[in-house]
């Protein structure tokens, strides 16, 4: 590729790794992704026929837009809202995995971006909190009754292997190619591997957020309980971020 | 060689292709197991530490066995994402305690999952496949038979509810020395086509007179109909939409005949679901005419002047309980607020409430299912706590599943609160020339009355009122004393307690029923253990005359044994 740079001193596995193994692996990845959209666009929708519910400053269309944008409300859900620790941390990978694809396509072309210390910086802590996440999650993951019991296989690896990634982009952000190959080879490597993971796995779980959230938010919108008032469950602020214990006795 | 699979499963699988739809798709496939559900689900939170109530395992149940058939990776790679098929009956009865025992559908965990997974309606779903086959709790499979073969839910025949629709005409008119108030019966033309819950022709014909009172005060152009009454619906709670389809379209049918411009639906959190926002997907059906839950009639009565209140007839400290049906399914969170600041004059907030509210823990049908009920009870721990906060001495709701099932955790943990419906208290603070005095609608004057209960304050009070209406009362302890008694005095009517030393209320009932001298006394069952109902009703004997669960007003006593001894006749 011609916006490729430094080619002198990038060795070719590295040219390799980070140009044409990253296309194939995004081409494989989006040719899986349309059969997956096509595959759940194959069932039917249900459809509803009474007339909506519920206070007129709900409708299907802003219920299905409150829902795809819930996410981003943490105070619109006790279990975000009673948690609000874990929904930082939730933000924090999310932008950490979001950001780590994006380096994977500005290090072969478009360098310039991630050439400053400050975002080098920037991009370290990011990627080495993610990555700190990551491992905590592993850890609950394994520790917690809860969460152990409802845990494939598919999701430890999953939250490995993004922790695994997370360390590589780390090293890998100075992208300085005389001293890092190894984790310029590994970072793209491994994000090789997850593109071509990725539909099979839970990882592809945006894909089918929006269908989820915009089915749940339709429906709910039309039966006037999308979107939810501010504060939805009329808390006092003293028990707004707690949840209610039951009743010791019987 | 593969694993032999049972026809049941087999036939689970293939029903699974043709039920699953987009929603549902997306649901099964998008849980990332991040937990976050886990403590939104009042089983986990009064169970804590049993991972088998978690919204997202129960939910995995019919997630292995949909990755096993329909998910790619699951097919392929079936034990890298836990995929699991179903081959034994045994599994099938697993997931018939999960899907029915261990969740209320009361959809808090779907509102509260990140991803927008709607655990509720897929565990309908699983419920729908298990019943398609016959499997579950014999409770859920009686209500659906007597609503697929009497056309309501709970086996109410024709005759019996005409009867109690005329007798609480009588009453009202009586009360009121007004002839003009009339329950109307497939009037044609009206303005308002009132359906009701079987429950309350059953145990709770008040609800009925208020209503009626109502749209009198109101001069509502109101009918009642003869057939296709009951709004509620069991399709609901099993998942089966044929069912569902068919009880909805008997209930827009009854309408459409009489030519009612609007259906009004009686405070029931599932029948108004059911009918206002799930029937016509159900069958399949588009009706020309509005529908509205009484709620909202009653609220806009008010509001349009057509009927007066006086708050200060309710002065009781009162909380509200958000159905779930209602809040979380139908959006109807603020009008009964508004209706209840109307007519009372302490209202308290409960918490948390609207769509974040605790379930009652008797929805889904588990009212119905009392193989689960200990387990029930032990998770209405969470509402119990919710209930003991606000102080309020009665709470609201406007759901008769919510009503039973907030009856029996008031009683299991002895928060001495009454539970009543907003329709109540808007006739109570109605305001009308003549106050009702229900208690002195008449003597018992020559009705010899034997009273069956072991719990002696229960005797006391029901003596009391009873004797000081006129009737002979005679009192027995335990069963085999009730059955001495009744075989010595032969008396007008039993009231029965159902659990009792000794012989129990059901075991005395069916006695009494085939005793071929007392076969044909009058019974009314009055327990606190609501669940227990079906114990009377599944014997081969015909039903008793009456039934009360307690705690019993002195009202309600005397209007059900008006009833019982003056309007009901035998059903052979």
Sequence with gaps: MDALYHLDTTSPLLQFAEDKLQIIALSFMALVYIFKVKWILSFKAGKERQAPTGNPRTTAQKGAVYSLFNIFMPWSMPSTRQHPFFYLQFGIFHVAVGTSIAMSIIIPYFPQLIANEAVIFALQVLFGLGCVIGLGRFIRRTVSPYIRAISTPDDYFSVALLTVWLAFAFMAAPNNRAETEFWLLGYFFLTAFFLFYVPFSKISHYIFYPFTRWYLGKTLGRRGVYPLPLNAGNEPLSRLFANTKPLEGK | MGMQRSYKCERVIERLHKKVNRQVVASLEACVHCGMCTDQCHYVLANPGDVTYMPSYKADKLRKFF?????????TFPWWVSARSLYTDQELEELKDTVFGKCTNCRRCSI????????????????????????????????AKDQWEIGN???????????????MEEELQAEHNDPAIKIPIDKMDCDVVYSINPREVKYDPRTIADAALIFHVAGENWTMASEGWDMTNFGLFNGDDDLGGAVARRCYEATENLRGKKLVISECGHGYRSTR?????????DIPFAMESSVITMLRYIKEGRIKVDKT???E???YHDSCNNARSCGMTEEPRELLNLVCTDFREMHPNRAENFCCTGGGGAMSMSEYTPRRLKSAAVKAAQLKATGAKCVVTSCHNCVDGLTDLIRHYELGMKVTQLVNLVANALIIPERRHAAAVGGLEGYKILLADDEPDTLAYFETVLADHGAQVILATDGDEALDLARKEKPDLITLDLSMPGRDGGEVFEILRKDPVLSQTKVCII??????????????????????????SEDDLMLNVRKVLEHTHHES
């Design chain 2, 277 to 285: 926002c799930e029937g016509q997907n159900w069958g399949q059906k």
């Design chain 2, 527 to 552: 327990t606190g253990k609501p669940e227990l109902r079906r114990l009377i009703y599944d014997r081969p004997v015909p039903p008793p005359e009456g039934y009360l669960t307690k705690p019993v």
């Design chain 2, 112 to 143: 509260n999952c990140p991803m927008g997974v709607d655990m509720a309606t897929f565990n309908r779903m699983a419920r729908g496949l298990l019943v398609s086959v016959g499997v579950m709790p014999e409770g859920v499979a009686v209500v």
């Design chain 2, 153 to 167: 839910q709970m086996g109410v025949l024709r005759e019996d509810y005409i009867d109690t629709l005329t007798w």
């Design chain 2, 317 to 319: 400290p009162v909380t």
């Design chain 2, 313 to 315: 007839t309710n002065t």
């Design chain 2, 67 to 75: 990755k096993a058939h329909i998910d790619w990776t699951g097919r």
